[in-house]
């Protein structure tokens, strides 16, 4: 029996194959296995070739494989565009008995007979879960949550759809090797990254997100307008990225917990007021979303390479944070720290994602709201008596008032200012002010994620990577330590600042060091090179817009 399957769904957007592949993946939660998902879609309005592939375990699995066990061929294009992956030991293809591609190993389902054709993807759902071991209880409970909300009939008719295929599969030949038995099942959640993101926002007490739509960032903000009346949140769309952007601003200035999320086109929009945020100390989280450009490049597919972008958008010297999570848990709970440290360094914090994480579908426990770690704050200084928004102090922190809250008047002005946030063309005070916003950068420092080391003290190859590559890197790591390979990986789920301190003992004792990333310059490998004076021995860069594999990383330490 197989431990772990690559099940890919194919075919034309809209024929249903994401609520298949969705109650598919659900199914398999609900059983006790570990999923991931992937998806691919093309930009347009209508039409073009989907995939909506599960990758499902009996143990944790953190990225997908480029091989497939199992293709689900909704039009005859997904088997011609896919077969060639299909692996050929034991691949197998799930495809409408009138079908007269040639598809090798396949089970031919008569999906006419067996119900509606507008049921054809349920169908499929119920034939899959046969051939697979699922249980069938299990498959119709997932059905009928997922259509509760719809009448009636509608839900019943599904489910009907799912008894009958799953009857027919039974009976049919069976040319798929059973799915080994999952362990206990427990109680799990299943969410993309984009769900994580906005669950951390709302956990942090986020009461104002503006945006402007652009994949793949707006499905985080939709799915903070799904729980927005509920927990007293306002999510405005704005005519673009400048306005979203300075309407965060102004409702941080006016004492709300703000942020907003876009995509590299759209945050180019946005850095004029990144500099604002700055220059007013404004407490403000910008999520980017990362997907291939220049300009509007692949927008449904994915990468990592806005890194350079982000470090240094805005004009003027502050400080800023960076955070790049590489799971669902690191999501939610990076996103909470991102507010936190917003707050305590009143200023611009980052979080950096792609399109990979965002869509990606996970199985994860429930996350424990109590576990976020306290922040490293300087002492309170007192406030000054009149009150100065912008009064000098040896952390660089000053008193944070807000508008109307209190009898002070507030001030605030984009020109360099003074304490009291006039403005003022004193030479002299404006290096005071400038070396005042640089201080709070000990509080990002003081502050900081440190990198997270999995392997040998002196490992033969040390494998460095941020952000999303984090599954598919600790995956190829346990493949090549299995087959005798001494080899360690150092994760990074705070890319700025950095602290050499942390790492570069890890990177000197390391006999090679590669880094893995989702770009073609290796941005971040520079980035250390920068700020430890350490050159990374080799690289593995993907940029054709598809996830890093384990066997991508490990094809590309071969070819090194």
């Known amino acids: 029996m197989k431990n772990s399957l690559q099940i890919v769904i194919g075919g034309e957007a809209g024929q249903g194959l994401v609520s298949l592949g969705e109650l598919l993946a659900r199914s398999f939660v609900r059983s006790g296995y570990h999923i991931l998902v992937t998806q691919t879609y093309m930009s347009r309005i209508r039409g073009g070739h989907n ?71 349920v169908i499929a759902l119920g034939v899959v879960a046969a051939l697979l071991g699922l249980d069938k209880a299990v498959v119709s409970e997932a059905v009928v949550a997922y259509f509760g909300s719809k009448d009636a009939v509608v839900v019943e008719a599904n489910r009907a759809a799912v008894e009958a295929a799953y009857a ?30 906005a669950l951390g926002a709302l956990a942090a007490g986020v009461k104002f997100c ?44 006016a004492g709300s917990r703000s942020m907003t999320a876009t995509s590299g086109g759209g945050f180019a929009l946005m850095t004029e007021g990144v500099s604002l945020a700055a220059m007013t100390e404004t407490p403000l989280v910008i999520v980017v979303a990362q997907r291939p450009g220049p300009a509007t490049g692949l927008p449904t597919r994915t990468e990592q390479a806005e890194l350079e972008f982000v470090l240094h958008a805005g004009h003027g010297e502050f400080p800023r944070a960076i955070f790049a999570p590489g799971s669902i848990e690191e999501c939610f709970e990076l996103m909470r720290r ?43 200084e007192p406030a000054t008596e009149p009150y100065k928004r912008y009064a000098i102090t040896a952390s660089g922190v000053s008193q ?10 507030v001030v605030a002005d984009s020109d360099e200012h003074d304490e009291e946030g006039h403005i003022t063309e004193d030479l002299a005070l404006r290096v005071k002010m400038v070396d005042k916003r640089l201080r709070k ?15 040998g003290d002196v490992p033969d190859i040390l494998l460095i990577n941020w952000g999303s590559t984090k599954g598919a890197v600790a995956e190829a790591a346990v493949r090549m330590r299995a087959a005798g390979r001494n080899v360690g990986t150092l994760h990074f789920s705070q890319v700025w600042p950095l602290a050499p301190a942390q790492f570069l003992d890890r990177l000197r004792g390391a006999r090679r060091v590669v880094c893995v990333e989702g770009n073609a310059t290796g941005q971040f490998a520079r980035l250390i ?21 384990p066997e991508y990383i490990i094809e590309g330490l071969g070819h090194e």
């Open 168 to 197: 027919w599969a039974v009976a049919a030949p069976q040319p798929i090797e059973k799915f080994a038995p999952a362990g206990a099942s427990v109680s799990r959640l299943m969410l993309n990254g984009n769900e994580a993101l």
């Open 400 to 409: 944070r008032l807000f508008p109307g809250a209190s009898r002070d008047l």
């Open 51 to 121: 995939t909506f592939a599960i990758r499902v375990g009996v143990a944790p699995v953190g990225a997908p494989q480029e091989q497939i066990d199992l293709l689900v061929a909704l039009d005859d294009d997904t088997v011609k565009l896919h077969q060639a992956a299909l692996t050929q030991a034991d691949g197998a293809v799930v495809i409408d008995e009138s079908s007269t591609v040639d598809a090798g190993r396949c089970v031919r389902v008569p999906f006419k007979k067996l119900a509606d054709p507008k049921y054809e993807n």
């Open 441 to 455: 950068l000990k509080i990002l420092t003081d502050n900081i994620v440190a990198p997270e080391y999995e392997g």
């Open 529 to 549: 090179r920068r700020e430890s004076g350490f050159t990374a021995g080799g690289l593995v860069p993907r940029y054709d817009g598809l996830p890093i594999t």
């Open 338 to 380: 991102a507010f936190a440290l917003a707050e305590a360094s009143q200023g611009p914090v980052f979080l950096l994602t792609d399109q990979f994480l965002a869509d990606s579908h996970r199985d994860a426990l429930p996350f424990n709201l109590d576990a976020s770690a306290a922040l490293m704050l300087p002492p309170q």
């Open 210 to 253: 503006a945006f402007y739509p652009m994949s793949p960032a707006t499905s985080l903000v939709l799915k903070l307008i799904a729980h927005a009346d509920e927990m007293g949140l306002v999510v405005e769309q704005a005519e673009d990225e400048i306005a979203a952007i300075n309407m965060a601003i102004g409702a941080s200035f």
